[in-house]
């Protein structure tokens, strides 16, 4: 099946600094999906790109849909600590029934 | 909030027993899904619903069953629990199969199997 390479795994920063993390895939995709897991919860959807090229913004995060449909990319800007938690890519990959193949996670740390 | 309540939120049991988890929505959508989430691998999607009475098989469903009889709920059975189904469960709605429909998470069921 489909595979997300999601990078870094890791990243440990401090309170202000900028955040940028990425996702790609050997398919094609007509939309990418960036979620925030906090601990002890669930996914909750930060950004949706539904078009190549697309540059969105939600607050501090901006996500951006690559040209060649392949990737996609988060930045984090002036990080708080209330950013602490994994980040996921996903999409559908066009499939029916909208289900989701995720990244691996990107765990970021925000030391104060 | 998605008006999403798992249950269990935390079990432990032995290899061997079965365990059913349920989801229960307050939302009226047509879709339903279970993922499970371990280190290093994100969440994998387990089985799918979309509709009453209609499931489908997902990434990883061996070992794993499903039900659902009402629109509100959406049970996962493993049939004889293994440690390998040790593992953090997030059931998650969607109202539609679409990608601008996006899917919305429970607060997931932290299960142990010893």
């Known amino acids: 099946g489909q595979q997300l390479n999601q990078s870094p795994q890791s990243m440990f920063i401090q309170e202000g600094e900028d955040v940028s993390m990425n996702c790609t895939s050997s398919?094609?995709?007509?939309?990418w999906l960036w979620y925030k897991q906090d601990p002890g919860e669930g996914p909750v959807l930060l950004i949706a790109l539904y078009k190549a090229g697309e540059l969105t913004s939600n607050g501090r995060l901006t996500a951006q849909f690559g040209i060649t449909r392949k990737d996609s990319f988060l930045n984090i800007s002036a990080s708080i600590p209330s950013d602490v938690g994994i980040y996921f890519c996903?999409?559908?990959?066009?499939?029916?029934?909208?289900?989701?193949?995720f990244g691996q996670g990107t765990i970021l740390t925000v030391h104060p | 909030d998605a008006g999403i309540t798992q249950s269990p939120r935390h079990k432990v049991t032995e290899t061997g027993t079965p365990v059913t988890l349920r989801c229960h929505q307050t939302?009226?959508?047509?879709?339903m899904y279970w993922y499970r989430q371990d280190p290093g691998h994100g969440l994998r999607l387990i089985h799918y619903?979309?509709?009453?009475?209609?499931?489908d098989k997902g990434e990883v469903s061996d070992g794993y069953s499903v039900s659902r009889s009402k629109t509100e709920d959406f049970l996962l059975t493993l049939e004889s629990a293994t440690s390998s189904q040790t593992s953090v469960y997030f059931c998650a709605i969607s109202a539609g199969k679409y990608s601008n429909q996006p899917q919305h998470f429970g607060d997931g069921t932290r299960l142990s199997i010893l």
């Open positions: 619903s979309y509709g009453v009475k209609d499931t």
């Open positions: 996903a999409n559908a990959g066009g499939t029916s029934y909208g289900k989701l193949t």
């Open positions: 939302e009226n959508h047509r879709y």
């Open positions: 398919s094609i995709f007509n939309t």
